[in-house]
């Protein structure tokens, strides 16, 4: 099945510092790579995806990238808020049949005013 | 429209009990998904479900543990005869049809505390 990997597991930065998560992923044929945030005490949001026909995708301050050939994506988070502080999680997908999301062991994203 | 819902948020249970989780998905939604996160272990997916079927148990554990999705009302995950180790968040998700499988709305989540 198929293996995420995410680093780092933390991540400190200043306020209006970027920020950049890195996943890599092991079965080729995943298509499909969401990115979710993680509140605490909620329940994760999606907050951009990726299909695998597209290199880079952007939402106002953050971006995803995406290398196919590396099988790895990342998010980027430009301009950043003590508001995006929280813990991110990649996924990926092989949209196949009843196939399902496997998600990375996730990031804890601090932001610091 | 309200997101979706799951109760109890907490639950505390002795060894040997049972657990009921319960999830209500969004309006419109025939997909449930249940994942389970341990502390720096990310979300383990456990089941996937429509109505009245099981599609993907393979995250599962076999043994005292269960899940449905009724024609009516929410979906259930039930653990009995719980153990420590199943002290966890658990985490329901929902989707549409249209795109099951991929843009996954999740609950806030039942922390459960096995003493």
């Known amino acids: 099945g198929e293996n995420v990997e995410q680093h780092p597991s933390t991540l400190s930065v200043q306020e209006g510092d970027s920020a950049v998560i890195k996943c890599t992923y092991s079965d080729s044929a995943s298509n499909y790579f969401p990115w979710y945030k993680q509140e605490l005490g909620k329940g994760p949001q999606l907050i951009i995806d990726i299909r695998s026909n597209v290199g880079e995708k952007k939402d106002q301050r953050i971006a995803v990238t995406l290398n196919k050939t590396a099988k790895h994506f990342s998010l980027h988070i430009t301009e950043t808020q003590p508001e995006d502080s929280a813990v991110y999680f990649c996924?990926?997908?092989?949209?196949?049949?009843?196939?399902?999301?496997?998600f990375g062991k996730g990031t804890m994203l601090l932001v610091s005013p | 429209n309200a997101g979706v819902m799951q109760n109890p948020r907490h639950l505390v249970r002795r060894r040997g009990q049972e657990a009921r989780l319960r999830c209500s998905p969004m309006?419109?939604?025939?997909?449930v998904y249940w994942y389970r996160q341990l502390p720096e272990e990310g979300l383990k997916f456990m089941v996937y479900l429509q109505k009245e079927n099981i599609i993907d148990e393979s995250g599962m554990p076999k043994e005292r543990f269960s899940a449905e999705f009724p024609k009516e009302g929410p979906s259930i995950l039930r653990i009995q005869q719980v153990v420590r180790g199943d002290s966890a968040a658990y985490f329901c998700?929902?989707?549409?049809?249209?795109?099951?499988?991929?843009?996954?709305?999740f609950g806030s989540g039942t922390q459960l505390s096995v003493l």
């Open positions: 309006k419109g939604h025939s997909h």
């Open positions: 998700a929902s989707s549409p049809a249209t795109t099951a499988n991929e843009k996954l709305f």
């Open positions: 996924a990926a997908i092989t949209n196949s049949g009843y196939s399902t999301l496997t």
